[in-house]
Nanobody, 125 residues
Framework: QVRLVESGGGLVQAGGSLRLSCAASGRTLNSYNVGWFRQAPGKGREFVATMTASGGSTYYADSVKRRFTISRDNPKNTAYLQMTSLKPEDTAVYYC??????????????????WGQGTQVTVSS
């Protein structure tokens, strides 16, 4: 069992930056692919970014490519999502998730086994 806790959300002006953290407990995160998703009011859960267990490969949604960066610090058992050049349309609850995968990426929410409780990101115009 992996327990995930997100932090770092908040209110920021358009063009600003935030770094979200996803702290894991229960098991070491370095065996798991990590993903970030978001959900805006009235919308479904949207894929944002993912990283393989080794950290050697990442994949991003087109809407955040070149603005967001996913990373992980295995000794700290923590994953991160660095968000820059934020836009009002980035406003959502952001969730981190984890799954054991032999290879490749997981970009669909139902592929993930473990989820955090979410952290609110609000970008004002």
């Amino acid at each position: 069992q992996v327990r995930l806790v997100e932090s770092g959300g908040g209110l920021v002006q358009a063009g600003g930056s935030l770094r979200l953290s996803c702290a894991a407990s229960g098991r070491t995160l370095n065996s798991y692919n990590v993903g970030w998703f978001r959900q805006a009011p009235g919308k479904g859960r949207e894929f944002v970014a993912t990283m393989t267990a080794s950290g050697g490969s990442t994949y991003y949604a087109d809407s955040v490519k070149r603005r967001f960066t996913i990373s992980r610090d295995n000794p700290k058992n923590t994953a991160y999502l660095q968000m820059t050049s934020l836009k009002p349309e980035d406003t959502a609850v952001y969730y981190c998730a984890a799954v054991l995968l032999a290879a490749g990426w997981a970009t669909r929410h139902y592929e993930y086994d473990y989820w955090g409780q979410g952290t609110q990101v609000t970008v004002s115009s």
